[in-house]
Nanobody, 126 residues
Framework: QVQMVESGGGLVQAGGSLRLSCATSGRSDSYYTMGWFRQAPGKERDFVAAVSGRANSTNYADSVKGRFTISRDIAKNMMYLQMNSLKPEDTAVYFC???????????????????WGQGTQVTVSS
């Protein structure tokens, strides 16, 4: 079983930056890909970014390319999401998740991620 805790959310003005962190504990050999998803009120959970098991490959949703950067510290069991040039439409609860699939297989499909954190709220004011 893998436990995950997100942190770093908050309220920021449009154009500002935030850095989300995801701490994992438990069986680190049970997952490979890690990802960030977000869910706005009344909407489905959407893919944001994912990083491979060796942290050498990444994928991003088109809506965040060039603004967000995902990274992973394997030794520390940590994952990060640096969010720059934030927009009001980025407002959502952000979740980190792990998958036993490779990056190409897991990608943006939330059903292929098995462990999830409780989420952290990001609010971007205009």
């Amino acid at each position: 079983q893998v436990q995950m805790v997100e942190s770093g959310g908050g309220l920021v003005q449009a154009g500002g930056s935030l850095r989300l962190s995801c701490a994992t504990s438990g069986r680190s050999d049970s997952y490979y890909t890690m990802g960030w998803f977000r869910q706005a009120p009344g909407k489905e959970r959407d893919f944001v970014a994912a990083v491979s098991g060796r942290a050498n490959s990444t994928n991003y949703a088109d809506s965040v390319k060039g603004r967000f950067t995902i990274s992973r510290d394997i030794a520390k069991n940590m994952m990060y999401l640096q969010m720059n040039s934030l927009k009001p439409e980025d407002t959502a609860v952000y979740f980190c998740a792990t998958s036993s699939y490779t990056l190409d297989a897991a990608y943006a499909d939330p059903k292929r991620y098995t462990s999830w954190g409780q989420g952290t709220q990001v609010t971007v004011s205009s």
